[in-house]
């Protein structure tokens, strides 16, 4: 029987290798994986690149990532934020590259990457410097920009609860970038709440289907 639950968070990340490509849910402080990035901070994997709405305030999240120098490149829509020192430090030092996407274009060229799209044409960043070097169009007489799609070698997602297929639903906001993650990305890995049996979980509920899974891993409570 299909049974996607790791034991542990280290075991379900210390495959990730140096260079690898990491996207990471969460919302300002809504549906971040901290124990899964605690697990990769502890694994030491070197020279990532992090996709994610922003780089973390504090000490934890993306931040943690950052303060232990495991990253070379950090593509998101918001570089700061409340809190978001190790960024800042980092990027004044010419010590980290950063790629700035707008958050809906960021949210499209992962849908696109998990559709297996080509890209996609938007009005977003048109005549801008987000424009620089990408092919444009005027279409309905207003220019757009071609947008590649964005996947990755790993997602980071935190959800509500999980049964043993990978079926995952999350808690009201702390969906966000999850679902669109989890179907962008080679390997899938979940960090949640609780475990249920399977067919316990609402179909209409489920956000990422299991076949976008590949494994989970249930947090500790405090």
Same mark, same amino acid.
């Given at each position: 029987?299909?049974?996607? $639950?790791?034991? +542990?968070?280290?075991?379900?990340?210390?495959?990730?290798?140096?260079?690898? &490509?990491?996207?990471?849910?969460? $919302?300002? &402080?809504?549906?971040?994986?901290?124990? !899964?990035?605690?697990?990769?901070?502890?694994?030491?994997?070197?020279?990532?690149?992090?996709?994610?709405?922003?780089?973390?305030?504090?000490?934890?999240?993306? &931040?943690?990532? !950052?303060?232990?120098? !495991?990253?070379?490149?950090?593509?998101?829509?918001?570089?700061?934020?409340?809190?978001?020192?190790?960024?800042?430090?980092?990027?004044? *030092?010419?010590?980290?590259?950063?790629? !700035?996407?707008? *958050? =809906?274009?960021?949210?499209?060229?992962?849908?696109?990457?998990?559709? =297996?799209?080509?890209?996609?044409?938007?009005?977003?960043?048109? =005549?801008?410097?987000?424009?620089?070097?990408?092919?444009?169009?005027?279409?309905?007489?207003?220019?757009?920009?071609?947008?590649?799609?964005?996947?990755?070698?790993?997602?980071?997602?935190?959800?509500?609860?999980?049964?043993?297929?990978?079926?995952?639903?999350?808690?009201?906001?702390?969906?966000?970038?999850?679902?669109?993650?989890?179907?962008?990305?080679?390997?899938?890995?979940?960090?949640?709440?609780?475990?249920?049996?399977?067919?316990?979980? +609402?179909?209409?509920?489920?956000? &990422?289907? =299991?076949?976008?899974? +590949?494994?989970?891993?249930?947090?500790? *409570?405090?």
């Amino acid at each position: 029987m299909i049974d996607k $639950f790791w034991p +542990d968070m280290g075991a379900a990340v210390a495959d990730m290798p140096d260079g690898a &490509s990491v996207m990471i849910g969460g $919302f300002g &402080s809504s549906g971040i994986p901290l124990a !899964l990035i605690d697990a990769v901070c502890a694994a030491g994997p070197r020279h990532l690149t992090v996709i994610s709405n922003n780089t973390g305030s504090g000490e934890t999240g993306v &931040s943690a990532l !950052l303060r232990e120098g !495991l990253v070379d490149k950090v593509v998101c829509s918001y570089p700061r934020s409340r809190g978001s020192v190790w960024f800042e430090r980092l990027y004044e *030092q010419n010590a980290i590259e950063l790629e !700035l996407v707008p *958050q =809906g274009t960021l949210a499209e060229r992962m849908r696109a990457a998990g559709a =297996g799209l080509g890209g996609f044409f938007t009005p977003t960043g048109y =005549g801008t410097a987000l424009a620089n070097g990408k092919e444009t169009r005027m279409i309905n007489g207003r220019g757009h920009v071609l947008e590649a799609p964005l996947a990755a070698d790993y997602a980071l997602l935190s959800a509500y609860k999980a049964d043993p297929w990978g079926n995952l639903i999350y808690n009201t906001a702390a969906r966000n970038f999850n679902p669109v993650m989890a179907t962008a990305a080679n390997c899938a890995v979940a960090e949640v709440g609780e475990r249920v049996a399977l067919g316990e979980l +609402d179909p209409e509920a489920v956000a &990422s289907p =299991g076949i976008f899974i +590949d494994r989970v891993v249930v947090r500790e *409570q405090p």
